[in-house]
T-cell receptor, first 115, second 114 residues
Framework: GAGVSQSPSNKVTEKGKDVELRCDPISGHTALYWYRQRLGQGLEFLIYFQGNSAPDKSGLPSDRFSAERTGESVSTLTIQRTQQEDSAVYLC?????????????FGPGTRLLVL | SQQGEEDPQALSIQEGENATMNCSYKTSINNLQWYRQNSGRGLVHLILIRSNEREKHSGRLRVTLDTSKKSSSLLITASRAADTASYFCATAGYSGAGSYQLTFGKGTKLSVIP
């Protein structure tokens, strides 16, 4: 079946603009994660959605970051008033069930560049 | 903060040689996973080892886990140029903030020279 998809692949924006990133998880995957990866670094957890439960937003770096997910389908990550330090690859991942993670399936990421 | 720390940060070897990457972590885990990333894009799951396992094999991959030392190693045997990528370890556990999470290290950048 289709994997996790993300759009856009690349986004260049000016400082101060808002951006919206989209993630389509694998159909039927209950859990969805957003990560941020700065150049040459590991992945930073941002936010976790599991089914209809309240999301875990503990990784969001500031109130400029927010995310939504409709049921068990698409999710959007919004960054308001972008700053240059927001430049990174934003990765989405999903796994089949909520709970202990066995295998996480990643999308190709959105590379964001804030000028 | 990131729990896993890979060592070395970068590794360059000749094709055919073995590559060993190490990972250390700090807290208790349910399982530990290794992922591969090409060109800064999406990660691909390679292998998972549970906290009650000590060694696991998958093709040319061998993973060990020492929970007493809170460390793991990934061995790639008979390396190929196509193995060139960044390799990340990730520990799976409960975050305490309402979710189960994978916590990633900074990765080892492997270059296999033909």
């Amino acid at each position: 079946g289709a994997g996790v998809s993300q759009s856009p692949s690349n986004k260049v924006t000016e400082k101060g603009k808002d951006v919206e990133l989209r993630c389509d998880p694998i159909s039927g995957h209950t859990a969805l994660y957003w990560y941020r990866q700065r150049l040459g670094q590991g992945l930073e957890f941002l936010i976790y959605f599991q089914g209809n439960s309240a999301p875990d937003k503990s990784g969001l770096p500031s109130d400029r970051f927010s995310a939504e997910r409709t049921g068990e389908s698409v999710s959007t990550l919004t960054i308001q008033r972008t700053q240059q330090e927001d430049s990174a690859v934003y990765l989405c991942a999903s796994n089949r069930v909520a709970g202990v993670i066995e295998t996480q399936y990643f999308g190709p990421g959105t590379r964001l560049l804030v000028l | 903060s990131q729990q896993g720390e890979e060592d070395p940060q970068a590794l360059s070897i000749q094709e055919g040689e073995n590559a060993t990457m190490n990972c250390s972590y700090k807290t208790s885990i349910n399982n530990l996973q290794w992922y591969r990333q090409n060109s800064g894009r999406g990660l691909v799951h390679l292998i998972l080892i549970r906290s009650n396992e000590r060694e696991k094999h998958s093709g040319r991959l061998r993973v060990t886990l020492d929970t007493s030392k809170k460390s793991s190693s990934l061995l790639i045997t008979a390396s190929r140029a196509a193995d060139t990528a960044s390799y990340f370890c990730a520990t799976a556990g409960y975050s305490g903030a309402g979710s189960y999470q994978l916590t990633f290290g900074k990765g080892t950048k492997l270059s296999v020279i033909p």
